[in-house]
């Protein structure tokens, strides 16, 4: 198994920066992708930036150029740095793991951002 512990969240006001990390525990082995994703209230989860074990990355198109998704595999940890953030990017922020040897998913527990306008 692969925990997942996220930190960093909190309340911003807009224009604002904050810094997401997310540390990974357990059968590190098995961890291929990592990535973030949010969930607003009322809103479907859906996929911020991921960055592959390759250091592929991509991004949702509403983050791009003031987000960026980087990894230390020495340290097992995935951060996500948010920059002039806005109202719109409150949610609860969701740190993921996929397995490269089955088709599973890991997720953090989540920690949630909150942007005041």
């Known amino acids: 198994q692969v925990q997942l512990t996220e930190s960093g969240g909190g309340l911003v006001q807009t224009g604002e920066s904050l810094r997401l990390s997310c540390v990974a525990s357990g059968i590190i082995f098995r961890i291929g992708t990592m990535g973030w994703y949010r969930q607003a209230p009322g809103k479907e989860r859906e996929l911020v930036a991921a960055a592959t074990s390759g250091g592929r990355i991509n991004y949702a198109d509403s983050v791009k150029d003031r987000f960026t998704i980087s990894r230390d595999n020495a340290k097992n940890t995935v951060y996500l740095q948010m920059n002039s953030l806005k109202p719109e990017d409150t949610a609860v922020y969701y740190c993921?793991?996929?397995?490269?040897?089955?088709?599973?998913?890991?997720w953090g527990e989540g920690t949630l951002v909150t942007v005041s306008s």
């Open positions: 993921n793991a996929g397995d490269k040897y089955v088709a599973m998913d890991y």
